[in-house]
């Protein structure tokens, strides 16, 4: 369990300084509010399956964890299209679930990364020796939201993805 929590804490660290704005003076007019949630598929009565979702006070290996992500704008200024950028990292022993994250739109340009540095809609390569590869899903280390409309004060947008537990 205590590995479960410092993973969490190294991911919050992680993501800390990873919002990007326009025009940041002294305060960053962003705030982020995190949940993450363990996910259960149940089947009720009828034989209807159903997720249900509970807060996380240990996780085990194989369980599937939702990360939601809420972003506000607090400041006084619009921020200009494709300035605003949510980069998370995929918590370490931990493996994003395919086709779980807030997808790409008109509004939401979403990216990957196997390194935490480059970023790209799949397929996501990363460099080998002499070539690049292809990485499958499970090798992602972040995911980055890049917001392609104007983000007006007090505007909020919400953001997530699931991973599952590898140790």
Known sequence: MWRFFRYLLAFFWGLLGLVWGQDLSDRDPISIRIEYYLVREEVDAEGNS???FS???KAQLGD???????VSHEGDKTLEPATVMITSPIPENMAYIFASATPSSE????EFSGDGFSFSEPPVFQEGEDEHLIIGPEAYRAI????RYAFLPKQQESFFFRVRVLK
């Open 50 to 52: 159903f997720e249900r």
């Open 55 to 57: 807060s996380v006070k």
């Open 64 to 70: 599937t964890i939702e990360f939601r992500l809420y």
């Open 107 to 110: 509004r939401i340009l979403t």
């Open 144 to 147: 980055r939201w890049t917001l």
